[in-house]
């Protein structure tokens, strides 16, 4: 397969850590700009970071559902954990992981200045190869850009920003114990909740100037689990044993869960029904104001219940109970009756790729 993307971008990062995970022989290619303008569109009807052509001609997109998909085929353990509750609660982390810590993210990478000289710079250098313009010109659009459309166009501003750097900054506190006492966060492997992380993490976190030094010096073992990831192996790994049932250390990430990412999905998917192009978003007393209105997290959120109804009637109980410890299940089944209309035909990772922003 040819994975076109960026050595930057949140979610190539979690692709490929899966594919060096599993094995899979990959060729990488520059998501440059005429690539993103015009071939990618016109075979997956919009372009994401990072987008895939298989060798039998066939494109797809979306890592949550490419990664289930690339699964079924796989020997040994699947990275989407067989007990039903692990399973449900690790793909709970990884749609946070997705959407919630994407904010976070993308605020670190462009609101400060040694962050946002790096990242504009590796990434004009990578997709924008323009000879005949000065570095200095693409790189300050470029900065602007993402400033515009990752930051203040996704409602940060001063009166927020405490709570935005809150979203990492306290999740570096949960992890940290989880990640000094075992490898990964169900034990002696990666699953799917760590990949989910490593979107934001490995590409994000981990090397950009400002949350990369806070990472390393308030959480450490957090440093390492990033790196042991990005390096783990299949072939090296893929028996090692994982927990039973869900540790009680997640407990304080999946009350996090509850308080934002479930808030945020159920307040966007209001908005969505309702024709709004931007809406405000609350959650723990801070506000967002203005953020694009997503198609995209709607189907988020109609996975997550679906997913729930298809459990079994112990693993249903067990994990309801979980939810509602940890303030999960009133957001998650506030919006039942909403719109969605990204994949109606149910072919993801095969369909037709959903805008996520503006441009």
């Given at each position: 397969?040819?994975?076109?993307?960026?050595?930057?971008?949140?979610?190539?990062?979690?692709?490929?850590?899966?594919?060096?995970?599993?094995?899979?022989?990959?060729?990488?290619?520059?998501?440059?700009?005429?690539?993103?303008?015009?071939?990618?569109?016109?075979h997956l009807g919009a372009t994401q970071y990072p987008s895939v052509e298989l060798e039998d001609g066939r494109w797809m997109s979306d890592t949550t559902?490419?990664?289930?998909?690339?699964?079924?085929?796989?020997?040994?353990?699947?990275?989407?954990?067989?007990?039903?509750?692990?399973?449900?609660?690790?793909?709970?982390?990884?749609?946070?992981?997705?959407?919630?810590?994407?904010?976070?993210?993308?605020?670190y990478r462009w609101?400060?200045?040694?962050?946002?000289?790096?990242?504009?710079?590796?990434?004009?250098?990578?997709?924008?190869?323009?000879?005949a313009i000065p570095m200095g010109l693409r790189r300050s659009w470029m900065a602007r850009r993402q400033t515009r459309l990752f930051v203040s166009g996704d409602g940060v501003e001063r009166a927020n920003r405490e709570h935005t750097e809150g979203s990492y900054l306290n999740l570096l506190g949960w992890l940290e114990p989880i990640f000094a006492e075992r490898q990964f966060m169900l034990g002696g492997r990666p699953t799917i909740a760590d990949f989910g992380l490593m979107g934001s993490f490995w590409r994000h976190f981990v090397h950009d100037p400002t949350p990369a030094r806070l990472m390393q010096e308030q959480a450490p073992a957090v440093f390492e689990w990033a790196a042991r990831t990005w390096n783990a192996r299949v072939s090296l790994r893929g028996d090692e044993p994982i927990l039973e049932g869900i540790p009680n250390d997640w407990g304080p990430i999946l009350s996090e869960i509850g308080e934002t990412h479930l808030e945020a999905l159920a307040q966007n998917a209001v908005a969505f029904t309702a024709g709004e192009k931007q809406h405000d978003l609350s959650v723990q007393g801070a506000v967002y104001r203005g953020i694009p209105t997503s198609a995209y997290r709607p189907w988020c959120l109609r996975q997550l219940q679906e997913n729930f109804r298809i459990l079994p009637p112990a693993a249903s109980t067990m994990v309801r109970?979980?939810?509602?410890?940890?303030?999960?299940?009133?957001?998650?089944?506030?919006?039942?009756?909403?719109?969605?209309?990204h994949d109606p035909e149910g072919t993801a990772p095969f369909c037709k790729a959903t805008r996520m922003v503006r441009d």
């Open positions: 397969m040819i994975v076109y993307g960026s050595k930057i971008s949140y979610f190539t990062g979690k692709f490929e850590a899966y594919l060096r995970w599993r094995e899979i022989p990959y060729e990488y290619r520059a998501l440059d700009a005429r690539l993103y303008r015009s071939v990618v569109p016109a559902p490419m990664i289930a998909w690339l699964e079924q085929d796989q020997p040994g353990p699947s990275v989407i954990p067989d007990d039903p509750v692990q399973r449900y609660l690790s793909l709970l982390v990884e749609d946070y992981g997705d959407e919630w810590l994407w904010r976070p993210a993308m605020h609101s400060n200045a040694p962050d946002r000289y790096l990242a504009s710079t590796r990434l004009v250098e990578e997709i924008l190869p323009i000879g109970d979980l939810l509602e410890r940890h303030g999960c299940w009133e957001p998650l089944w506030r919006v039942t009756d909403f719109r969605c209309d």
